[in-house]
């Protein structure tokens, strides 16, 4: 009796103190849960490049918690950028954290201040839209400048743009990366003219062999990587720059006679001044002379 008594109360205290631990773990559990209430996933994560320079963004603002950033490339581990983790910073730059052709997803997770929920429960988290800096990456209007080959025929200096990459210490361009990839698409149009024409070159010099001489022409430049697809093949196109027209236009413009006009000025001025300085030397060498003559 005593000892089913017993039983009984220790079934009773097995229970009890069941219920007690149950009770501890909620009331312990209730502050995180509280917190993850409070919590707001991260809106509109997107990915942002330029050059590959490139930086992942979201929102909002958080109001006492944090984010962390983690990003992998498809069937590989985690990683983080330190900027980025428990920050209250809405963007990250991952310049220098991805692999050029690799393919990429990030989340962006929304932790608490002090982390006590990071064991038990899962942070909310917003997953972004896959990212591969070498296909989408844009690439910004290069700059080019204008030479004239041997035969005067308008010769183009492309330069490539920079990137945000560096390797031993030197800034990458786009051909250091896209290699043979990269090519240039250039529309051009003679001066005054509507008709616009393109051509694709390969080289950052090309020469125009077939233009009028002495006209000038307008061009325009931009990347254009045809591995890549639909609208990301072309970089933004440059302004329009027109060739040097050739010296005879300076005549046209002006007109024979005003250009003659300055030229005889200047003939006139040069004459002048030689023989100013003519007659300045006989005369000091015949001073000279004299000076010689009352010696002796
Ligand atoms: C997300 O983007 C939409 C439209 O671009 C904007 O109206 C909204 O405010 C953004 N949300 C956040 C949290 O940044
Ligand atoms: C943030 O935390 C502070 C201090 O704990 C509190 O006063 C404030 O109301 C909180 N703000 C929000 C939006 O929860
Ligand atoms: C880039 O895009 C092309 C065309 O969709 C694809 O064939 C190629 O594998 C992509 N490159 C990388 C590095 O993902």
Not at 70 to 85: L, T, V, Y
Not at 92 to 120: F, I, Q, R
Not at 269 to 286: E, G, M, S
Request: glycine share 6%; hydrophobic share 35%.
């Amino acid at each position: 009796m005593v000892f089913l008594l017993s039983q009984t109360m220790e079934s009773k205290f097995v229970i009890c103190s069941a219920l007690f631990l149950a009770w501890l773990t909620l009331v312990n559990g209730s502050p995180a849960s509280v917190q993850v209430g409070e919590l707001t996933k991260a809106k509109n994560v997107s990915w942002s490049s330029y050059n590959f320079k490139t930086i992942l963004s979201w929102g909002p603002k958080p109001v006492n918690y944090t984010y962390t950033v983690e990003f992998s490339r498809a069937g590989r581990d985690k990683q983080r950028n330190p900027h980025c983790i428990r920050s209250t910073e809405t963007e990250c730059d991952l310049t220098n954290d991805l692999d050029v052709k690799g393919v990429y997803t990030a989340e962006v997770l929304s932790e608490s201040l002090h982390g006590m929920t990071s064991d038990h429960v899962e942070p909310p988290y917003t997953r972004s839209k896959q990212f591969c800096p070498y296909n989408d990456t844009l690439i910004g209007r290069p700059e080019f400048k204008f030479t004239t080959s041997e035969d005067k025929k308008i010769v183009l200096i492309i330069q490539d743009p920079i990137t945000a990459l560096h390797k031993d210490g030197r800034s990458l361009n786009i051909r250091d990366i896209f290699k043979k990839n990269l090519k240039y698409r250039i529309a051009y149009n003679k001066a005054g003219s509507t008709g616009k024409k393109t051509m694709t070159v390969d080289e950052s010099r090309v020469e125009f062999s077939r233009l009028d001489e002495d006209q000038s022409y307008c061009f325009s430049v931009a990347a254009y990587i045809p591995s890549r697809k639909g609208d990301k093949m072309f970089g933004d196109w440059s302004l329009p720059k027109c060739s040097p027209q050739e010296n005879k236009t300076l005549i046209e413009e002006y007109g024979l006679a005003v250009i003659g006009g300055g030229a005889l000025i200047i003939l006139a001025f040069v004459i002048a001044v030689i023989v100013l300085i003519v007659v300045c030397c006989k005369r000091a060498q015949r001073q000279k002379t004299l000076a010689k003559e009352t010696l002796v």
